[in-house]
């Protein structure tokens, strides 16, 4: 499996932006899809952004967060970034990060983002 560590997460004001990063610790060019997933309490997990590595780079976005996140990579540092702006208290969830192709589909341990009101 890939390993995947978050980081980047915490405590912002409803407003306020935050960037979550992905080290993933194999090549990211190796995955067809990385990307976010949030998962909020009560809640089931859903989709927040994420990448197509091997097709150019196509992204797709949850429509909880579409024009408010943007979904990057840095294939040098294996590194995958989630920069998302006007946040809102309904943000609030752990962030997990997701690597997948034909062998793997690895979650990171997930990155808390609390957003107050």
């Known amino acids: 499996q890939v390993q995947l560590v978050e980081s980047g997460g915490g405590l912002v004001q409803a407003g306020g932006s935050l960037r979550l990063s992905c080290a993933a610790s ?11 997933y949030r998962q909020a309490p009560g809640k089931e997990r859903e989709l927040v952004a994420v990448m197509a590595v091997r097709s150019g780079g196509a ?12 979904i990057s990579r840095d294939n040098a540092k294996n590194t995958v ?37």
Do not use: F
């Open 81 to 117: 970034y989630l920069q998302m702006n006007s946040l809102k208290p309904e943000d609030t969830a752990i962030y997990y990060c997701n690597a997948r192709n034909s062998l793997h589909n690895s979650w990171g341990q997930g990155i808390q983002v609390t957003v107050s009101s």
């Open 59 to 70: 992204t797709t976005y949850g429509n909880s967060v579409k024009g408010r996140s943007t």
């Open 26 to 36: 194999e090549t990211i060019s190796s995955m067809n899809i990385m990307g976010w």
